[in-house]
């Protein structure tokens, strides 16, 4: 049987199959999930757990002899399977066919894998499973459809919570599901009662140096060089990771790009601010050579890499003026110099 993380709850409340298999790339609803599964299963009487971590290759005598065993204390258990490579080998092919066959109604199989391909959905094993249990594919949610996650989650959480706070939020979380249902559940001690605004998303991330990089971008898309530059001392001086602050240009960059090749099919789903400061970037965009702006963040990353020599917090601070038509230095004509 096929389930999705959102029938899993109400086919949970239904009934109890004997084996599911969990498997995603997405640690959030993969987690949630799982929990929701083990929480049935404590329900229903399996109260002991034994986990197996097994990788493709490993001796699944272990499981074998676990799942034969009787449990230590008489009572139902649940039998934990975690295959990090979703592979499970010809050993393990047999050994899961053998649990999935057996009818032990004191015994539930819980495996977890990250997602699986093609290849690894035609297994024995996993047809099996397929047939006599639950399989729960989880799927991250796509960049277009975040804000009516967001959605969803404060239905849940009882919050009522602005559209363009929302957009706010979906911008700031960039698709990492678990950071946004942590902003979520701050937003809910922040303002218990009320409706959430965009000053209340922004009053909560103002300490987070993830939000200081997105002021960062934001900053260079409004061509504010001054306070760009402002933003990146105080990111360098907070031991911030390169990686991420050269991330927040890049993307600035790459959304400019985006918008000149396009300006038709423009998405106008982010929040407000960051909008207006793209338009003005779209009207300073003759002005700049992308060409040489991508050098420019190409040699950053070199050198935040060790493949090139020079201070890549310099750089950034380059090309921050260069994105904001405020160049210090000449252009760069190639990467390796």
Not at 299 to 313: E, F, P, S, T
């Amino acid at each position: 049987m096929k389930l999705t993380s959102d029938s899993l709850g109400s086919h949970l409340e239904r009934q109890l199959l004997p084996a599911y298999l969990v498997s995603g790339d997405e640690p959030l609803l993969t987690g949630e999930a799982v929990d929701a599964i083990r929480a049935r299963a404590r329900a229903g009487g399996f109260s002991e757990r034994e986990v197996h971590f097994l990788e493709r290759g490993s001796d699944w005598d272990d499981v074998r002899a676990s799942a034969g065993n009787l449990s230590l204390f008489g009572s139902r258990r649940l039998l934990e399977l975690r295959l990090p490579t979703g592979r499970a080998g010809a050993a393990g092919n047999n050994a899961l066919l053998t649990l999935l066959e057996r009818d032990d109604p004191d015994t539930l199989l819980l495996i977890l894998t990250p997602r699986l391909d093609r290849d690894a959905q035609g297994a024995q094993w996993f047809k099996a499973l397929e047939s006599r249990g639950g399989w729960v594919p989880v799927w991250p949610v796509e960049a277009d459809k975040l804000v009516a996650w967001l959605h969803g989650r404060c239905r849940r959480l009882r919050l009522e919570v602005e559209e363009e706070a929302l957009a706010l939020l979906a911008e700031r979380t960039e698709g990492n599901l678990l950071a946004a249902h942590q902003e979520l559940e701050k937003l809910r001690l922040l303002a218990p009662a009320g409706t959430i605004t965009v000053d209340t998303v922004l009053a909560s991330v103002a300490d987070s140096a993830r939000f200081d990089v997105f002021r960062l971008s934001e900053a260079v898309l409004e061509g504010e060089a001054d306070r760009a530059l402002r933003v990146l001392a105080g990111l360098r001086s907070e031991g911030t990771e390169q990686t991420l602050v050269l991330w927040a240009l890049t993307k600035a960059l790459r959304d400019l790009w985006g918008a000149v090749a396009n300006p038709a099919g423009r998405a106008r789903g982010g929040w407000q601010r960051q909008s207006a400061a793209l338009d003005r970037a779209v009207r300073r965009a003759p002005r700049l050579s992308f060409r040489a702006l991508t050098l420019r963040a190409a040699r950053a990353d070199r050198m935040i890499k060790g493949r090139l020599q020079g201070n890549a917090w310099d750089e950034m601070a380059l090309l921050a003026a260069d994105i904001c038509a405020r160049p210090a230095v000449p252009a760069p004509r190639s990467m390796f110099k």
